[in-house]
């Protein structure tokens, strides 16, 4: 992204009359800062797990650790494989789980495991990026934040994992909530940010919505069918009350305890969820908002998506895929 013209290819005139007197003067910042910055010397815990390990394993890491994916490590060769995810999770519930197997499963997961000849031949390796939604790519500590934006952005994935230039090593995790994170922090530096989501054309995407009717399992099926992380929950006249993702399925627990919530209309799972008292529903923003409004918001209440609402009607998202793209390069 040489110019601001890069910014505005495609907008309305009267939008690109705004958008002229955004600069580049954020690029030297996103191109000087390196990604190994993020992580401090002691580096972060880093969890793994190994590629034969069980399914039943992964699950519980996930759970337990409250993360979305975790790299896989092949203790054989030495090295990463690649990410399993709780999108893959749900894919693997989704095709071997019939609505009668569950509903007698009396709320053992381990059993229904230990019943499917696949379940007892497959580990944590045959399942890897199984969603189709957590590939494996790596970006070294030295490389620039742009850099790590323009990755994320290109191959349309929520972390990277971060290697040592010298070894090769895996040393952490970079994600989208560490990029939006410090694009919040340091929003005085980007002009973009003062563009309202209109002008920026964000958030016209259609949304993906379910009834609050249908059940979890029918959600969980479309999530991974759309190939997204989550979608919108909407009541019979199409109004938003909520949204449900991949990292719900946790409300099921690692032993199994509620697996028959899956087979539950949407309103009875999602009174199970854990609630934050300070957010009051789905968050939403409206075309006036700017960028940098829903950057406060999306850094507020940690959320990876927000709704855009115009009169009350629901009209679009935008999800921090949607903001890196503003910052990617040409």
């Known amino acids: 992204m040489d110019d601001v013209d890069d910014y505005i290819v495609g907008f309305r005139k009267e939008d690109k009359e705004i958008l002229q007197r955004v600069n580049a003067s954020h690029l030297p910042l996103l191109k000087t800062t390196l990604v190994g910055n993020f992580f401090p010397e002691d580096r972060h815990r880093l969890i793994t797990i190994n590629s034969t390990d069980s399914i039943v394993d992964a699950f519980k890491v996930l759970s337990e650790n409250k993360i979305l994916a975790v790299p896989v490590f092949n203790p054989i060769k030495k090295h990463y494989l690649g990410f399993l995810g709780m999108n893959d999770i749900v894919a693997l519930l989704i095709s071997e789980f019939t609505n009668q197997e569950i509903t007698n499963s009396k709320d053992d997961?381990?059993?229904?495991?230990?019943?499917?000849?696949?379940?007892k031949t497959k580990s944590c390796l045959d399942i890897i990026d199984l969603s189709k939604r957590n590939p494996y790519c790596p970006v070294e500590e030295r490389a620039s934040l742009q850099a790590a934006i323009d990755l994320m952005v290109k191959w349309e994935v929520h972390r990277l994992p971060v290697v040592s230039n010298e070894t090769g090593e895996l040393i952490s995790i970079f994600t989208?909530?560490?990029?939006?994170?410090?694009?919040?922090n340091n929003i005085d530096k980007f002009l973009v940010a003062r563009s309202t989501i209109q002008q920026l054309r964000l958030g016209i995407k259609p949304v993906i919505s379910i009834n609050i009717k249908e059940t979890t399992k029918e959600a969980f099926k479309l999530i991974h069918e759309k190939k997204v992380s989550g979608i919108a929950v909407v009541d019979d006249e199409g109004k938003l009350i909520g949204n449900i993702s991949a990292?719900?399925?946790?409300?099921?627990?690692?032993?199994?305890?509620?697996?028959?919530?899956l087979l539950c209309p949407l309103n009875h799972f999602c009174s199970f969820i854990p609630k934050n008292t300070t957010i009051p529903g789905p968050i939403t923003v409206s075309p006036a908002n700017t960028l940098e409004e829903v950057l406060l918001k999306i850094t507020l209440t940690r959320v990876h998506r927000v709704f855009v609402v115009d009169q009350q009607k629901l009209i679009g998202v935008i999800s921090l895929q949607d903001i890196l793209e503003v910052f990617a390069s040409k």
């Open 109 to 119: 997961i381990l059993a229904l495991m230990k019943s499917k000849e696949s379940f």
């Open 176 to 184: 989208q909530s560490h990029a939006v994170s410090f694009l919040h």
């Open 247 to 261: 990292t719900d399925l946790r409300v099921i627990g690692y032993d199994g305890n509620f697996l028959s919530l």
